[in-house]
């Protein structure tokens, strides 16, 4: 037949998938597990890359004393294919729903009763030479997984938003006392410059253009040449989702029209699409993650049974 | 000073932690570790033992093809300690709030400003021959965990009530067509007797008392003699909170008034204390657990920075 949507032409005997789960990260792969565990049909879609690929030393999972984002997903893939999860490799562009979801991916179409969106999110990165060097190792972006490692040590934070402020302040109480903030705006209000000078935190107004150091971080170089010591750099300008394929379905987001809005089984405002990891309004940690597909998992478990 | 609840004797420089966890549970050690990085001060009290100490062979987790329970306490609480956390071995015997939280185990009074509650669960296991020695590895208790373990096999389910004949429906539609259901009550509805029928699912109403096999199980033997075919045994008879400490705090529970009500962040109705893992309203599952337990601890992290 003729696909409305797409041109694609199908059979009647298009295979339906139990659940499709889009993207390899710790949410969908730990639900792929969970549902492979069901004896369920699931297909795992994944183009390959993705956030958790860049963290080279995660130390805060538990049963991982060490362990690179590479890794989890390696293991994890090998976990799921073990329990008979299918998995490809391809870039979801569309999903649409209708009887059941049509998930589309280059010139593949496929069909699910139930769909797990694990997709993840990009972050937005300075423009900054040697960035990639010390990426996952010295220079970080994420307060939760990384702050640790800045404890003790001579510190950058850098940031484009007043937001960056209270991430200086908070950085200071729990990890280190030598501070510099380079903020890339200068409309910084008197009370926050105050604040910062009763911190004893440096603020600087400019733009880093490039690391020094040749095997660690000595210092950062600034537009207009100057020279900011440190040992670690903390990197503060947010992340973008990766949520374009779901542009067509309008699910309700919070109320910066930010983050997807799920239930407590992290089902989004659309019947039989859960959403799990950064997409949600949860706290974005791989363990965090792991822990929602799981839910998701076990939720559509109770629906297949239902059908 | 003269403490009004226990008669123990405190000195005012007495150390207020930042934050006690009663429980080396999945989720308290994962908040241990969270807690730890922030440089936090933190203790984790345990009295040893607990469900997932008997966890033989768990496999879905992720990142862990293969890892005991007792495997993933170890290393959580090595985790921990390389993280600062305090661990001391007691049983919490009662919790009480005042200006902060007073915690009492043995002869010890500890306090904190915040406390999680990790402390797990007692499975109910019927009286049963040789239970111990096939528990955990043809012996189950949890069809998430273990049900796939059973996927073409010869399985018996034992039970108490009639929840058990939806359990070995289920367990039909995923995992073996091979099934007995034993039940202990003979109260079982026609309909349901009828649909055990039409799945093709044997009942049998009586008492297992002993489980043959010297390797493997062979079989279950009834009180009346009467011998059972099967290679693995479901058991489903519930299980009991360990939350006796938690008595005199009056904390909200669901309306059958057994498991706690918490919030997104898995604090209870009482502000300040939290509970994660199978206390809760959530699934009791390990990879959950530890879920929960990093988002408390990330609550618990902007919470003492507001202090």
Redesign the interface.
Known sequence: MQDSAGGITVTSEEKIYDCIIIGAG?GG??AA??LG????DILLIDRGGGRTQHARHI???????E?SGR??IE??L??AR??NVKVEKGTVTKVIKKNQFEIYAGEKRYLARFVIVSSGVYDHLPQIENLYKFLGTSFFTCI?CD??RT?NKKLVIIGNSLKSVHLAI?MK???TKDITLILYTDRVPDEYREELVEENIRLIIGRPVKILGAEVIEGLELEDGQKVECAVIMSHFGYKLNDGFLSGLNLKRDRKGFKFIVNNNYESSLNGLYIVGPLNQ??D?V??????G??AA?DI?KRL?EL
Not at 37 to 40: A, D, E, I, L, T
Not at 59 to 65: C, I, S
């Open positions: 710790p792969l730990q597990i969970y565990r069901y004896n369920r130390e805060n999972f538990l049963t991982q004393k362990i890794e989890i293991i994890g090998e976990q073990n329990f939760d702050g640790y404890t908070a109480e729990m990890f949860g706290n940690q363990i965090i993650a792991a822990g929602e799981a839910v076990i478990k049974l």
